[in-house]
């Protein structure tokens, strides 16, 4: 396939090899990651908004090594579009050690029972909507759609990923309620700092965690604030989502950071953010290790036969 080449090119993660001060617990799981290419082998879509540098499965496993991080979650990234088959050649490669969140044709019609059956025997938990890179958002949230994904991926087991700006839509809690599946929110709810924890969009994303009907990642900090590391503006938001549910949570690191447009926040660094949002033990563990196993269906942990 022929390559957009005026999409923007991504600046590539820190290359700096440097392990974090902080240790995390056996078996924890970076539950937001990206593979993306080889472009040669993989080509990206040609309708995409941005071009990533390649960052494939063996840098990202160079990555976990260096972190101290035992498994992950790939999810598929928008310039992949419905393709699949760099993250699902990811976990066939390491199908004990990943995860995958997929992304499907929005209209459940088009995938085929045996499709979806195909993508859990290869290791698939989920599947994400991508409303924030989007060309046409005029049309809103496409909410009698995802409630009827939603019921496709139902007797898997699966929850429905959304990449989404939760300040949007103040009635969230509401037009959510009873949803089929669980809901997994990306980066805190995609709400920029600047809109504080009481925006009601934000309220209702915490109301959906206190009643058990949402999941959010504590990922992509930078993407939200202003600054740069420590991303001070953010902390709040990490709290408000802890005093909710803790039992809700997970983490990820983001990486390759596609279309970070601020300085490159190093591995290393966010490892030991999260270490310095989150100080108790135990809480850390739910976060890096329990949480995960529940909700993308990890076996029990073993270094052996990754």
């Not at 966010?270 to 108790?280: A, K, N, Q, R, Y």
Request: one cysteine or more; aromatic letters at 10%.
């Amino acid at each position: 396939m022929k390559q957009d080449l005026s999409a923007l090119l991504c600046q590539a993660p820190d290359p700096e090899i440097r392990s974090p001060k902080i240790i995390f617990p056996a078996g924890a799981v970076d539950c937001h990651a990206h593979v993306c290419g080889p472009a040669r082998v993989f080509p990206y879509a040609q309708e995409r908004i941005y071009t990533p540098p390649d960052a494939t499965v063996e840098n990202y496993q160079a990555l976990l090594q260096m972190l101290g991080i035992d498994r992950a979650v790939l999810v598929q990234p928008s310039v992949y579009g419905t393709d699949n088959r760099a993250m699902l050649t990811a976990l066939k490669a390491y199908p004990k050690q990943f995860r995958g969140v997929a992304v499907i044709p929005n209209e459940p019609a088009d995938v085929s029972d045996r499709s979806l059956e195909e993508l859990h025997l290869a290791g698939v938990r989920g599947i994400r909507c991508n409303m924030v890179d989007v060309a046409d958002k005029s049309a809103g949230l496409p909410i009698q759609t995802l409630r009827a994904l939603a019921e496709r991926i139902k007797p898997f087991g699966w929850h429905l990923e959304l990449l989404m700006h939760v300040n949007e839509y103040p009635d969230l809690a509401a037009v959510f309620k009873n949803f089929p599946v669980d809901l997994v929110f990306g980066h805190f709810g995609y709400s920029h700092a600047k809109h504080g924890i009481a925006d009601k969009g934000f309220e209702g994303l915490l109301e959906l965690m206190r009643n058990g009907q949402a999941w959010v990642k504590m990922t992509g900090p930078y993407r939200i604030c202003d600054g740069n590391l420590p991303y001070a503006d953010m902390r709040p938001f990490n709290d408000a989502v802890i005093e909710a549910n803790s039992k809700r949570l997970i983490w990820g690191s983001d990486w390759p950071h596609v279309m970070v447009k601020k300085q490159m926040p190093h591995d290393a660094d966010l490892c030991e953010l999260f270490g310095s949002w989150v100080t108790d033990s135990s809480l850390r563990k739910t976060i890096l290790v329990d949480n995960p196993c529940i909700l993308y269906d990890f076996p029990a942990f073993s270094k052996v036969g990754t």
